[in-house]
């Protein structure tokens, strides 16, 4: 019996949901930052992690190669609220729920957005978050949901934030391994789970959606436009230089040989990932 830890998140689901048939899966869904306390307690085997969690773990996990969950450009779900204009923002109240989006949150507003706000965690609810913060990051579906213009308050994409900045897509989660428990029939699991999800996409939108048939278009389209499930060479590299900045700034340890771990993902001809932009420091 394998235990995999996932995220409860719609845009997670194509990867994961035909796993939960299996008769030797015992599958649990969270949200991000338990899902990875899970993983690093030994209490699941494989884990839907915040990337960021991969510097933060008690070892080196492997990381299943070819999948992730990330962006290339907006990504719709990750997002920065905000009532008064960016160069303004003081306060910022970070989602509890996140780990990854909160880093690249600090890492932007430093080598992006050119503020230092103070932060302070709260709970996923937009309207009390921006009561006590000048802006608030949301993530997953309540960042969909968010009645961000009633409540008068500007949407950052932080996906598009990241691109603007770098180039390079974005990578908020990957499946990350206890040491010495992956196996090319695991990935190749892994993988057809993926591809079984993403033709299912439709019918995990409209069960999501409650009868909604606009609402089903709507998020239909989030999953084939906004997430991308494939951790390819570009994806790997705006992996590799988000950690590099995260070490370099002070938001996650510093772990050289995680980096290595996923350089290694890279085809041999490509070489190392960039690390931190040395413009930036």
């Known amino acids: 019996m394998i235990r995999i830890g996932a995220v409860g998140f719609l845009n997670a689901r194509p990867l994961y949901a035909t796993l939960a048939e299996a008769s030797d899966v015992a599958l649990r869904a969270d949200v991000p930052a338990e899902c990875a306390r899970l993983l690093h307690a030994g209490e699941i085997d494989l884990g839907l992690v915040p990337v960021i969690e991969l510097l933060r773990g008690p070892v080196t996990y492997d990381i299943v190669p070819g999948l992730a969950i990330g962006c290339d450009g907006p990504v719709n779900s990750v997002a920065l609220f905000t009532r008064v204009p960016l160069a303004q923002v003081r306060r910022i109240a970070l989602d509890v729920s996140s780990r990854s989006s909160v880093a690249l949150l600090?890492?932007?507003c430093r080598h992006h957005f050119?503020?230092?706000?103070?932060?302070v965690d709260a709970a996923p609810d937009l309207a009390a978050m921006l009561d006590s913060a000048d802006a608030?990051?949301?993530i997953g579906d309540p960042?969909?949901?968010a009645p961000s213009e009633a409540l008068g308050a500007e949407k950052v994409d932080l996906g598009a934030a990241w691109k603007a900045m770098t180039g390079l897509p974005f990578v908020f989660a990957v499946w990350a391994v206890r040491p010495g428990l992956l196996t090319a029939g695991l990935i190749g699991r892994l993988h057809a789970a993926r591809d079984d999800g993403q033709r299912a996409i439709?019918?995990?939108a409209a069960a999501e959606a409650g009868g909604d048939a606009v609402e089903a278009a709507r998020?239909?389209?989030y999953l084939r436009q906004n997430i991308r499930y494939?951790?390819?060479?570009r994806a790997v590299r705006g992996l590799s230089r988000y950690l590099g900045l995260a070490m370099q700034d002070g938001w996650a340890p510093d772990r050289p040989e995680v980096l290595r771990a996923i350089d290694a993902l890279l085809p041999v001809s490509a070489g190392p990932g960039p690390g931190p932009d040395p413009r930036s420091r």
């Open 143 to 145: 960042a969909l949901r």
């Open 219 to 221: 998020l239909e389209q």
């Open 202 to 204: 439709a019918s995990l």
């Open 106 to 108: 600090r890492v932007l």
């Open 114 to 119: 050119g503020i230092t706000p103070a932060f």
């Open 230 to 233: 494939d951790l390819d060479e």
């Open 136 to 138: 608030a990051l949301l």
